[in-house]
């Protein structure tokens, strides 16, 4: 099965689930640091040599250094893994073991970049998240790197709230926790389908609601406010 | 559609982690998608190469104008490849007339600017709709989903042609020493041998081999996901399951 969900195991001994995120989502975050890079030179250009002459540019020369090389690896480690464009996106940088970037390896993935950037804008890096599994470009793969999604911050009281209400119902038989979740995503996603294909998933179902058509949908409904814990 | 069949993991995703479904798909059967490819292709680039003495750059825009086409050649593999099926070199031989009856036509004139074609490419080519289902459809599909397949499109023309300027790169830095100047001077020159139209334009038809198939199936991967949001498809595998499960232990006790 294709997916682009992985496995990791922690050193603590734990999985956890990654979804990796690839070259066009990582486009797009790169695109939104490089205009914020690009906004901060465009400012200090500017001002700096007005204020201060000769000595105003040096500046402007050192901060244009300082930011292309420290801009990421300060964000990645001081701000769980993202860069603002990153952040923007819902991505992060952590370690392929799970573990959230340190200095060293945010360092390395960051100044490796100039060879990833050869021979002309990141050619590389784009061939080299083309061809690996985990889109790791080479800075990635010396660092020891990976770039997933953050999951989604919890909703907390909103946590399905878009549920149709209906009295609860506990299912006639046990179910495992994936069945549990297509049944509650059944119920939440019902407003998304059309009515026939909604009947036509609910008829799928009968042997669980022992019931039919608009019966069973309701059932189901019913199931999936119980499986939420409404009782 | 057998959806029980197919080789990848069913869930909603969002815009952007299905564009990476897609990049894995086009990354996992890239072997017999590059057989059918240039079997089929490369024939055709290199005879476009006879206008190379007429003009290099009409060349060039010729080979962008007939994206459309490849992009049937991929889907093609990639929708045999989603339900376990590995298509030959002869298999697509014999699928080469049924391409015309999927708007080629219109993709190569009209539609050609159309930046969502490969997320709109599946409805024309494997449910084989036209005419005013055709529309409804895509109106359907496109909801919500449109802007991302755009935004995928300018992405992929980025990298596009930054493969392309690499690879040019690369002949100009691995040149002998002796004539590296010429070798760039020449690369740069309207007025240029023969030889150079003919190398940069094969270097910018390997980077539309590149690029191409990861867009056209992250354009697929869009299509999927769309259709799993809103006919349920990982909620009916699961219900089969459930389904199966109590029949199966209603079964047992019955015996």
Redesign the interface.
Known sequence: MLDTRRAIEVPEGVTLDVRIAGLVVRFFAWNIDFLIRGAIYMVLAMSLPNLMGRFGLGIFLIAIFMLEWFYPVLFEVFNRGATPGKRVMGIAVVQDNGVPVGWSASVTRNLLRFADFLPVFYGFGIASMLINRDFKRLGDLAAGTIVVYRSAPDKGSELHADLPLESPLPPLYPLTLEQQRAVIAFAERASMLTPERTLELANIAAPLTQATNDTAVKRLFAIANWLVGRR | MQINQL???LR??NA??A???G???A??YWKSLYMIWFTLLLPLVILLQFLEAYNAWIVAVIIWWFKPLYDRVALFVYGRQVFGETPTVRDAWRAIPGFFRTGLIAALTYRRIDLARSFNLPIFQLEGLRGATRRARQKILNKNTRPKAV??AI??I??ES??A??LI??VY?MAPHTVQQQVGEMLLDNNAPLWVGLLTNMLYFMAIS?VEP?YVA?GFALYLNRRT????W???L??????G???S??ASEAA
Do not use: K, T
Not at chain 2, 229 to 232: A, K, S, V
Not at chain 2, 238 to 243: G, L, Q, R
């Open positions: 080789a990848v993991a909603p995703r952007h982690e564009i990476d479904l990049f894995m798909l990354r996992a935004w995928l992405a992929c980025h990298f930054i493969l300027f690499s790169a690369i830095l590149i990861f992250a949001q809103i006919e349920g990982d909620i009916e699961v219900f089969h399951d459930i389904a499960n109590i029949r232990s209603e």
